[in-house]
């Protein structure tokens, strides 16, 4: 349900389903801004893929999407705002889902919490205590792998392009990531087979070897 790694994707034309597809609700359940949209979409957890995703939608149709997303501070959701979203302040480690009104009304979720150490993934454990017939896409690429493989990966992309940068990391070696990793994370490697078969999405960048290869190509040697 919440493992989100890798690089932007394609979003198709309209699908018959999206992340974590709901049950449709009245556009007169809702008030506010976006009070008639046609779909409801609540992001739990905006940080980089909540915040693409929110943006993407906005830009490409406001008025067939309402988004809504969760974070943790005042000056996130100040930042939220700005480009159209209704925000609100949500910590899965203190609040409770239920306090979240929003999602009575969400037609799509996008879960987006990183796991949290000793806790497990809150947006899962939340989950439990509202059910929904939907069905559940992973919004991962092709190639799931452990967190330090993919900041390994970027490190030698880092060194090969931008030795000076690479040399404000230290002597942080592979191992010494996977033991903070093993620490702090708990990886677990899901298909996203449903994805791309029911959805019919086509990722960009199927592995984070060629997402992070654009990243790092897109990046002047000039500006660094």
């Known amino acids: 349900m919440a493992a989100i790694r890798g690089a932007p994707f394609q979003f198709p ?115 439990f205590k509202v059910p929904s017939s939907g069905r559940i896409y992973n919004v991962v690429d092709d190639d799931p792998v452990p967190q330090a493989e993919v900041f390994a990966f970027a490190r030698n992309l880092l060194e090969s392009r931008f030795p000076d940068m690479a040399k404000e990391f230290g002597d942080v070696s592979l191992p010494d990531l996977i033991s903070t990793e093993e620490k702090t994370h708990g990886d677990k490697r899901v298909l996203n087979a449903r994805l791309k078969n029911e959805l019919g999405v086509r990722l960009l960048y199927p592995t984070y070897r060629s997402g992070l290869q654009s990243i790092f190509d897109s990046w002047s040697v000039d500006n660094y």
């Open 13 to 127: 034309p309209p699908p018959p389903a999206s992340v974590g597809r709901r049950r449709r609700i009245p556009a007169a359940a809702m008030s506010g801004s976006g009070a008639g949209a046609n779909h409801r979409m609540l992001v739990l957890g905006t940080g980089f893929v909540g915040s693409y995703a929110s943006e993407r939608l906005i830009e490409e149709d406001d008025a067939e999407w309402q988004v809504s997303g969760t974070c943790t501070s005042a000056a996130k959701r100040r930042e939220l705002e700005k480009i159209g979203m209704d925000a609100f302040i949500f910590d899965a480690t203190k609040s409770k889902l239920t306090e979240l009104h929003t999602l009575e009304h969400a037609t799509h979720l996008l879960i987006s919490i990183p796991t949290i150490a000793g806790i497990g993934d809150p947006a899962i454990k939340a989950s």
